[in-house]
């Protein structure tokens, strides 16, 4: 299983407009990814494509979180989505 560290980059956090970007970015892979909080444990991880449990994680402006996928090109996809991340949707 890939894994990848990304640092929330939208200064209000993972919360609307942003979770709205991530989530669709992440429903338009062609795997299944998971997102948690840095140091919860990988069955605690939720479906990175619900913008529900993306806002339901809490995760403000710096906040680092572990996206997991598993398959042929995980690394890669695992790549597009962490930019996204770290991306601030709220300067656009």
């Known amino acids: 299983m890939a894994e990848r560290i990304a640092t929330i980059g939208s200064r209000v956090g993972l919360h609307a407009r942003p979770a709205a970007i991530f ?3 992440a429903s338009e892979q062609p795997l299944e990814v998971t997102i948690a909080l840095e140091g919860e444990p990988a069955e605690d991880a939720l479906d990175a494509s619900s ?3 993306l806002m339901g994680l809490g995760a403000e402006y710096g906040t680092k979180v572990v996206l997991r996928a ?3 090109g995980a690394e890669a996809v695992l790549d597009t989505l962490a930019a996204v991340l770290e991306t ?3 300067t656009e």
């Open 23 to 25: 989530a669709e970015a």
């Open 51 to 53: 913008i529900l449990s």
């Open 88 to 90: 601030d949707h709220d």
């Open 70 to 72: 598993e398959g042929e």
